[in-house]
C-alpha cells in the first residue's frame, strides 16, 4: 500500500552543514551554545571554498529528495568564499532537482567589508532573478546600520529577510534591535527565547532537533500568533522525523498535545514554496497521516515527482547518480576537515 502528498518543505537550512560529519573534534568541549557557535561552527565555515559548497549542497539535496522533500529554504554563511556562493548553491540542488530559496547570512563578525560583501551577495543573486531571501546570521552579530541595510535592501528588492532570532541568550535583545524593520514576510529561525509578547511579524521556523542537540531549549511555538513552520536547522531535511520530532516535544512539554498540531507547522512549509502543492510524493506507507506517521517507523518515498519530472524513481535520483555525488561530497568532506 502506499500514498501520495505534495512534496516536503525544509524551512531552514544549512545545506554547507552536510560536510560536517566526521569532522576532527574542536580545540576545546564548547559548554554552551556560544562556545557550539565559535569552536565548531564559526570555524567551519570560514573554511569553506565553492567546490566544498558545491558538493556540500548536491549531497544535502540529494538526501532531501530520498526523504520526499522537494523544497529547502537555505541559510548559507562562507566568510572566505561568499561572492557567487548562492548560485553554485542554486545551480546543485536544481542540477538534483530539488527546489531551493537562497540566502546570505550576513553579519559584522568579520567586520564591516565582511559586512557589506553579505550583501552585496545576496543583492546579486536576488537582482540576477535568484529564488531568494536576504540572510542575516544573528541580531547579535550584526550592528544596526547592517541590520537596517539588510531590511532596506530586502525591501527594495520585494522579498523577506532569513534570521535566526533568539536562537540562545546570547541574542536577547533581538527582540528590540528588530522592532520596527521585521515585517510578515520574515523568516524568524528558532525563536526559542523570543519573549511570547514580542509582538515581531514573520514565520517562526521551528527545529526542534537542532535546538535539542544544542541544548538551548524548547521554543513552545504554540505561545506565538505567527505561522510556524519546521526546518532541521542543518541536520538532514527527513521531515518526518523532525515532525516526528517536533510532536514528542510538544507531548513533553502538554501531555494533551497530539500529532496534529505538529503536523499542521509541517504542511505550512509549503506556504513558503507554494510550487510543492503540485510536486507529488508516494510514499511506502498508507495513510500518511499525522496518527500513523508519528508512530510508524521506516516511512519513505518511492517516487517523487517536481514540476512533473519524476526526479526520483524506485528510491533512486533520475538527474544525477547518487554513489557518485555522495563520493564527490566525502573528498571534499575530507577536504574541509584538514583544513579543520
Same mark, same amino acid.
Not at 168 to 179: V, Y
Not at 298 to 323: C, F, N, Q, S
Not at 324 to 337: C, D, P, T, Y
Given at each position: 500500500?502506499?500514498?501520495?502528498?505534495?512534496?516536503?518543505?525544509?524551512?531552514?537550512?544549512?545545506?554547507?552543514?552536510?560536510?560536517?560529519?566526521?569532522?576532527?573534534?574542536?580545540?576545546?568541549?564548547?559548554?554552551?551554545?556560544?562556545?557550539?557557535?565559535?569552536?565548531?561552527?564559526?570555524?567551519?565555515?570560514?573554511a569553506?571554498?565553492?567546490?566544498?559548497?558545491?558538493?556540500?549542497?548536491?549531497?544535502?539535496?540529494?538526501?532531501?529528495?530520498?526523504?520526499?522533500?522537494?523544497?529547502?529554504?537555505?541559510?548559507?554563511?562562507?566568510?572566505?568564499?561568499?561572492?557567487?556562493?548562492?548560485?553554485?548553491?542554486?545551480?546543485?540542488?536544481?542540477?538534483?532537482?530539488?527546489?531551493?530559496?537562497?540566502?546570505?547570512?550576513?553579519?559584522?563578525?568579520?567586520g !564591516?567589508?565582511? #559586512?557589506?560583501r553579505? +550583501? @552585496?551577495?545576496? &543583492?546579486?543573486?536576488?537582482? /540576477?532573478?535568484?529564488?531568494?531571501? =536576504?540572510?542575516?546570521?544573528?541580531?547579535?552579530?550584526?550592528?544596526?546600520?547592517?541590520?537596517?541595510?539588510?531590511?532596506?535592501?530586502?525591501?527594495?528588492?520585494?522579498?523577506?529577510?532569513?534570521?535566526?532570532?533568539?536562537?540562545?541568550?546570547?541574542?536577547?535583545?533581538?527582540?528590540?534591535?528588530?522592532?520596527?524593520?521585521?515585517?510578515?514576510?520574515?523568516?524568524?529561525?528558532h525563536?526559542?527565547?523570543?519573549?511570547?509578547?514580542?509582538?515581531?511579524?514573520?514565520?517562526?521556523?521551528h527545529?526542534?532537533?537542532?535546538n535539542?542537540?544544542?541544548?538551548?531549549?524548547?521554543?513552545?511555538?504554540?505561545r506565538?500568533?505567527?505561522?510556524?513552520?519546521?526546518?532541521?536547522?542543518g541536520?538532514?531535511?527527513a521531515?518526518?522525523?523532525?515532525?516526528?520530532?517536533?510532536?514528542?516535544?510538544?507531548?513533553?512539554?502538554?501531555?494533551?498535545?497530539? !500529532?496534529?498540531? #505538529?503536523?499542521?507547522? +509541517? @504542511?505550512?512549509? &509549503?506556504?513558503?514554496v507554494? /510550487?510543492?502543492?503540485?510536486?507529488? =510524493?508516494?510514499?511506502?506507507?498508507?495513510?500518511?497521516?499525522?496518527?500513523?506517521?508519528?508512530?510508524?517507523?521506516?516511512?519513505?518515498?518511492?517516487r517523487v515527482?517536481?514540476?512533473?519530472?519524476?526526479?526520483?524513481?524506485?528510491?533512486?535520483?533520475?538527474?544525477?547518480?547518487?554513489?557518485e555525488?555522495?563520493?564527490?561530497?566525502?573528498?571534499?568532506?575530507?577536504?574541509?576537515?584538514?583544513?579543520?
Amino acid at each position: 500500500m502506499s500514498a501520495t502528498t505534495p512534496g516536503m518543505v525544509c524551512a531552514h537550512h544549512h545545506l554547507y552543514s552536510a560536510l560536517a560529519r566526521g569532522m576532527p573534534p574542536p580545540p576545546g568541549t564548547p559548554t554552551d551554545f556560544g562556545e557550539i557557535l565559535e569552536l565548531i561552527w564559526w570555524r567551519l565555515d570560514r573554511a569553506l571554498d565553492l567546490e566544498m559548497i558545491r558538493w556540500s549542497a548536491m549531497l544535502g539535496a540529494l538526501e532531501a529528495l530520498e526523504q520526499g522533500t522537494t523544497a529547502i529554504v537555505d541559510h548559507h554563511e562562507s566568510p572566505e568564499a561568499i561572492e557567487g556562493s548562492l548560485s553554485v548553491i542554486a545551480d546543485a540542488c536544481a542540477e538534483v532537482g530539488v527546489r531551493v530559496v537562497c540566502a546570505y547570512g550576513v553579519t559584522d563578525r568579520h567586520g !564591516p567589508d565582511g #559586512a557589506q560583501r553579505g +550583501l @552585496e551577495e545576496n &543583492r546579486r543573486f536576488l537582482a /540576477e532573478d535568484g529564488r531568494g531571501l =536576504v540572510g542575516v546570521h544573528a541580531a547579535f552579530t550584526c550592528s544596526d546600520q547592517t541590520l537596517e541595510a539588510a531590511a532596506g535592501l530586502a525591501a527594495d528588492l520585494g522579498v523577506g529577510v532569513h534570521v535566526h532570532v533568539c536562537e540562545g541568550t546570547q541574542d536577547a535583545d533581538a527582540p528590540g534591535r528588530l522592532a520596527g524593520l521585521a515585517r510578515e514576510d520574515w523568516l524568524l529561525a528558532h525563536a526559542v527565547h523570543l519573549p511570547t509578547e514580542a509582538g515581531l511579524p514573520g514565520t517562526i521556523a521551528h527545529n526542534p532537533r537542532s535546538n535539542l542537540n544544542n541544548g538551548v531549549g524548547y521554543a513552545r511555538p504554540t505561545r506565538f500568533d505567527n505561522r510556524v513552520v519546521l526546518g532541521s536547522d542543518g541536520i538532514g531535511a527527513a521531515m518526518l522525523d523532525e515532525f516526528r520530532i517536533a510532536y514528542l516535544c510538544h507531548r513533553d512539554d502538554d501531555v494533551t498535545a497530539t !500529532p496534529e498540531t #505538529a503536523w499542521s507547522w +509541517l @504542511e505550512a512549509g &509549503r506556504d513558503l514554496v507554494p /510550487e510543492t502543492a503540485d510536486d507529488e =510524493v508516494t510514499w511506502s506507507y498508507d495513510p500518511l497521516d499525522p496518527w500513523h506517521v508519528a508512530f510508524t517507523p521506516g516511512i519513505r518515498p518511492l517516487r517523487v515527482v517536481v514540476d512533473g519530472e519524476v526526479v526520483l524513481d524506485d528510491g533512486r535520483p533520475t538527474r544525477v547518480d547518487a554513489d557518485e555525488v555522495r563520493a564527490k561530497a566525502a573528498e571534499q568532506a575530507a577536504r574541509l576537515h584538514a583544513r579543520l
